[in-house]
Nanobody, 113 residues
Framework: QVQVVESGGGLVQPGGSLRLSCVVTGIDFSRYEILWYRQAPENKREEVAGVSIDGATRYWKPMKGRLTISRDDVKNTVYLQMRNLKPEDTAVYYC???????WGQGTQVTVSS
């Protein structure tokens, strides 16, 4: 059974940083691109970053320069380092195995003073 578990969210002040983690089990992790999405209340879910099987990365323009995505295929984990967070970054952040409907439960990120 495939499982996706996100963690690392929390409350942070504007300008702060967080590192999110996504652990995926039950698949050959190294053969899948992994994506991070976010969804704020009353907004659609939007992709913020992705990492391919060879480590190539892509970022959503509004957050580019403030994100670093990376993967550790030994630990079946993808990380999302977020910097200089803004109140508008407040959302639930989800991990997705690309090309599938496999999602985690999400981790809440709240940016507020």
């Amino acid at each position: 059974q495939v499982q996706v578990v996100e963690s690392g969210g929390g409350l942070v002040q504007p300008g702060g940083s967080l590192r999110l983690s996504c652990v995926v089990t039950g698949i050959d992790f190294s053969r899948y691109e992994i994506l991070w999405y976010r969804q704020a209340p009353e907004n659609k879910r939007e992709e913020v970053a992705g990492v391919s099987i060879d480590g190539a990365t892509r970022y959503w323009k509004p957050m580019k320069g403030r994100l670093t995505i990376s993967r550790d295929d030994v630990k079946n984990t993808v990380y999302l380092q977020m910097r200089n967070l803004k109140p508008e970054d407040t959302a639930v952040y989800y991990c997705n195995v690309d090309g599938t409907q496999i999602w985690g439960q999400g981790t809440q990120v709240t940016v507020s003073s």
